[in-house]
């Protein structure tokens, strides 16, 4: 079984703050998906990353792809409270499936 | 495109009663999924179909638990008889490529009394 593990849990911040959330395995994964969810609703896709080393920005968020594709981190700079959210990450391994990780859930105070 | 439709939104039952959950998927979209999302174990993946056919139904907990796809354009995951540890959300996604992009439904709340 391929695990991924996110970190923190839970975090709570105030508007304006920056902050690094991470997603870890020992496994090896050919691609990593981050989504957001909002209460009451799925999962919506906000990047994929596919190459080692990759970053990728959206806005002010910026997610990278570790060198050996193990694992990945999402940045946040000046979080906004449209930011709260819970994040997912999911790896495509050698099974050929999707695996979620637990999630993060983020609240940002304004 | 409408998105994926699932229904009911919620659903409370009482323990050993059937429950019927559905999904309509996105239109051209070769995969469906079936996820269960509690807080405990986050999002579990239970069934995915290919072109209406089942693949792998490993996630599946226990045999109270079936799931189908007559076509296209609808599939259904039943639980009979029902008990309150299947309380949890129950999220349908679908997808053109097996590990591509997941659109998920708003998913069905289900409450077991």
């Known amino acids: 079984t391929q695990l991924l593990e996110q970190s923190p849990q839970f975090l709570s911040i105030q508007e304006g703050e920056n902050l690094t959330v991470y997603c870890n395995s020992s496994?090896?994964?050919?691609?990593l998906q981050w989504y957001r969810q909002e209460p009451g609703e799925g999962p919506v896709l906000l990047v994929t990353?596919?190459?080692?080393?990759e970053v990728k920005k959206l806005k002010r968020l910026t997610f990278q792809f570790g060198d050996a594709r193990k694992d990945s981190s999402l940045h946040i700079t000046a979080a906004q409270p449209g930011d709260t959210g819970l994040y997912l990450c999911?790896?495509?391994?050698?099974?050929?499936?999707?695996?979620f990780g637990k999630g993060i859930t983020l609240s940002v105070r304004p | 495109d409408a998105g994926v439709i699932q229904s009911p939104r919620h659903e409370v039952t009482e323990m050993g009663q059937e429950v019927t959950l559905r999904c309509k998927p996105i239109?051209?979209?070769?995969?469906l999924f079936w996820y269960r999302q509690t807080m405990m174990r986050g999002l579990e993946l239970l069934i995915y179909?290919?072109?209406?056919?089942?693949?792998?139904d490993s996630g599946m907990p226990e045999d109270r638990f079936s799931a189908k796809m007559p076509n296209a354009s609808f599939s259904t995951l039943k639980i009979q008889p029902s008990e309150p540890r299947d309380s949890a959300v129950y999220f349908c996604?679908?997808?053109?490529?097996?590990?591509?992009?997941?659109?998920f439904g708003e998913g069905s709340r289900l409450t077991v009394l």
């Open positions: 239109s051209g979209h070769d995969y």
């Open positions: 496994s090896v994964f050919s691609s």
């Open positions: 179909f290919n072109n209406n056919v089942p693949i792998d």
């Open positions: 990353v596919v190459t080692g080393g």
């Open positions: 999911a790896g495509a391994g050698a099974n050929s499936k999707l695996t």
């Open positions: 996604a679908s997808s053109y490529f097996r590990t591509g992009e997941l659109f």
